[in-house]
């Protein structure tokens, strides 16, 4: 029942976030006022060197009115075959707080942590690494997450 219930938020979720217009998604999401996502920061690079690589001006492209950076060719080429596959999860906030809280609080790039194929970021700044609280309940936080950002997002 568990599986059923997360799989249906899931899919709530991904629609709600699909049919977004570009400038609502740009308002939710963790963006620069220019629209940069994550900083800068290449989201394949995440998955397939596990490392927080910044992103190059001339690898660029844009999904949904967010724009991506990437470190080479051919991790663009990668994100634009399945960008949704790449995106961080809650808009790019950090996952600790949106489960603590419901809250959307900047992230530290580097700090990050692949769940199921899903890259969440962390706030770690001040003495204050929000992904080793996330480590302490991380199934809780995690379904607490996906509930707020339902929330969050509408």
């Known amino acids: 029942m568990k599986a059923i219930l997360t799989a249906l938020l899931a899919m709530l979720t991904v629609s709600t976030v699909f049919g977004q217009?570009?400038?609502?998604?740009?308002?939710?999401?963790?963006?620069?006022?220019?629209?940069?996502?994550?900083?800068?920061?290449?989201?394949?690079?995440?998955?397939?060197?596990?490392?927080?690589?910044?992103?190059?001006k001339?690898?660029?492209?844009?999904?949904?009115?967010?724009?991506?950076?990437?470190?080479?060719t051919h991790d663009k080429d990668v994100f634009v075959a399945n960008p949704s596959k790449y995106e961080p999860q809650y808009g790019g906030w950090c996952a600790y707080a949106m489960g603590a809280k419901g809250q959307k609080v900047e992230?530290?790039?580097?700090?990050?942590?692949?769940v199921d194929g899903k890259l969440f970021l962390f706030y770690n700044k001040f003495f204050n690494n929000t992904l080793k609280d996330w480590n302490k309940d991380e199934a809780h936080l995690k379904a607490s997450a996906d509930k707020n950002w339902v929330k969050v997002i509408q």
Do not use: H, M, W
């Open 107 to 114: 992230v530290d790039p580097g700090t990050f942590k692949i």
């Open 21 to 56: 217009s570009d400038d609502a998604r740009k308002k939710q999401f963790n963006v620069s006022s220019s629209g940069l996502a994550i900083e800068g920061y290449d989201p394949v690079a995440y998955f397939t060197s596990n490392k927080a690589v910044e992103g190059k």
């Open 58 to 72: 001339k690898f660029t492209t844009t999904y949904q009115g967010l724009t991506y950076r990437f470190a080479s």
